[in-house]
């Protein structure tokens, strides 16, 4: 059975940083993608970021770029996101997902696996 399980979320103020990770078990994620979405209260889930099997190339939205880093270890078979200069807007459940290709995307339904989510709070 492939699990995915995120950690590191919590409260944090604005402009803290906190890192999340995704340790994945049951199946190795070495050289399929990996990604981010994240999910508030009373909105839509939205893309965060992905990286894709090789680690080379990763994706952001605009929200987050310059201010969030995913990547991956793979000996691990692990993903990371860490995120810096937190705005309230950041506040949600981030949930880690992954594919069974190597193209990272910004489309939920590429990604076959799914964690529970993470809470991560940014007070003002």
């Known amino acids: 059975q492939v699990q995915l399980v995120e950690s590191g979320g919590g409260l944090v103020q604005a402009g803290g940083s906190l890192r999340l990770s995704c340790a994945a078990s049951?199946?190795?994620?070495?050289?399929?993608?990996m990604a981010w979405f994240r999910q508030a209260p009373g909105k839509e889930r939205e893309f965060v970021a992905a990286?894709?099997?090789?680690?080379?190339?990763?994706y952001y939205a605009d929200s987050v770029k310059g201010r969030f880093t995913i990547s991956r270890d793979n000996a691990e078979n692990t993903s990371y996101l860490q995120m810096n200069s937190l705005n309230p807007e950041d506040t949600a459940v981030y949930v880690c997902?992954?594919?069974?290709?190597?193209?990272?995307?910004?489309?939920?339904?590429?990604?076959?696996?799914w964690g529970q989510g993470t809470q991560v709070t940014v007070s003002s």
């Open positions: 990286i894709d099997g090789t680690g080379l190339h990763t």
């Open positions: 049951g199946r190795t994620f070495s050289s399929a993608a």
């Open positions: 997902a992954g594919s069974v290709t190597g193209w990272a995307t910004s489309i939920p339904s590429a990604y076959r696996y």
